[in-house]
């Protein structure tokens, strides 16, 4: 009994000494929301790559994996062109090991690994007939997104969840379940949507890497004009939905974009410059 204790203070003492932290600069866009996390990074990048391979494999497996050579070449050099604006949000970014890759699928959608293993379908990019500057956009969101660390975020949650369980079960006998970090990632990072706060955030900081690389900030809305199009009305009403609206969230990237539309111009013209 006193064993069981002691398991339980030690837990305890666990959660109340997770790091409260804020991962990134806040930026033009001026994110500066603290983040509480129970797992480390180095755990969360071990986890991304092992999900991330999984992935890929499976892609490769069925063919699907980097099929379209012209549109895969432009994912590259967008990330390219992205990847050294990082360090304006968190200087250790810039040294991350980043990666894009496409599936061959009809699935509107992309998504990102903790460690920068960013994934595109060609879907996304084939049914909403996106340019460069809102592949961008639709890039620097899930950039954003790691920058962030939201899937740390989320699964600190499951952990916190997982080690509450834990003290339950010293306490009733009951058997604790190990937390697997990679089947919840590959449950956050592609299955489960993240909640309105980190979709704020992922659209604000997104588009300010977009036009800190010459991109422009305001291709986002076009992007989410279509999506709502698309939808034909089916989306729930916001407070039923961990997404904003399509109406806020272009409100809201209206907003921005125009705020950012200096930085897009000067870096636009530095762009074409040095262009070959």
């Known amino acids: 009994m006193v064993f069981k204790w002691i398991s339980v203070v030690f837990i305890a003492l666990m959660l109340t000494s997770c790091a409260i932290t804020n991962t990134t600069q806040s930026g033009l866009v001026g994110i500066d929301r603290k983040q509480t996390f129970l797992v480390s990074q180095k755990e969360m990048i071990e986890a991304g790559q092992q999900a991330y391979s999984q992935v890929l494999a499976q892609a490769k497996e069925e063919g699907k994996l980097n099929t379209d050579k012209p549109l895969y070449s432009r994912l590259q050099t967008i990330l390219t062109t992205m990847v050294p604006h990082t360090a304006h949000f968190r200087t250790d970014a810039v040294d991350w090991d980043w990666e894009v890759n496409l599936i061959e699928e009809d699935t509107i959608n992309a998504w990102i690994m903790p460690g920068g293993k960013i994934m595109f379908y060609t879907g996304i990019i084939n049914q909403l007939n996106l340019n460069d500057d809102e592949i961008a956009a639709i890039m620097g969101h899930e950039m954003a997104h790691d920058l962030r660390e939201h899937a740390r975020e989320r699964v600190s949650q499951a952990a916190a969840t997982q080690l509450g369980l834990s003290i339950v079960g010293q306490l009733t006998g009951a058997q604790a379940v190990t937390l697997d970090i990679t089947g919840a990632l590959l449950?956050?990072?592609?299955?489960?949507?993240?909640?309105?706060?980190?979709?704020?955030?992922?659209?604000?900081?997104?588009?300010?890497?977009?036009?800190?690389?010459?991109?422009?900030?305001?291709?986002?809305?076009?992007?989410?004009?279509?999506?709502?199009?698309?939808?034909?009305?089916?989306?729930?009403?916001?407070?039923?939905?961990?997404?904003?609206?399509?109406?806020?969230?272009?409100?809201?990237?209206?907003?921005?974009?125009?705020?950012?539309m200096p930085i897009y111009e000067e870096a636009r013209k530095k762009r074409i410059a040095n262009s070959p």
């Open 187 to 260: 449950n956050v990072g592609i299955l489960l949507p993240y909640s309105r706060v980190h979709e704020v955030e992922a659209d604000r900081i997104g588009i300010e890497l977009a036009a800190m690389a010459g991109y422009n900030p305001s291709a986002a809305i076009d992007i989410w004009n279509r999506m709502a199009e698309l939808s034909k009305g089916n989306q729930p009403p916001e407070f039923l939905s961990t997404h904003p609206s399509y109406d806020s969230r272009i409100k809201d990237l209206t907003k921005y974009s125009a705020r950012l």
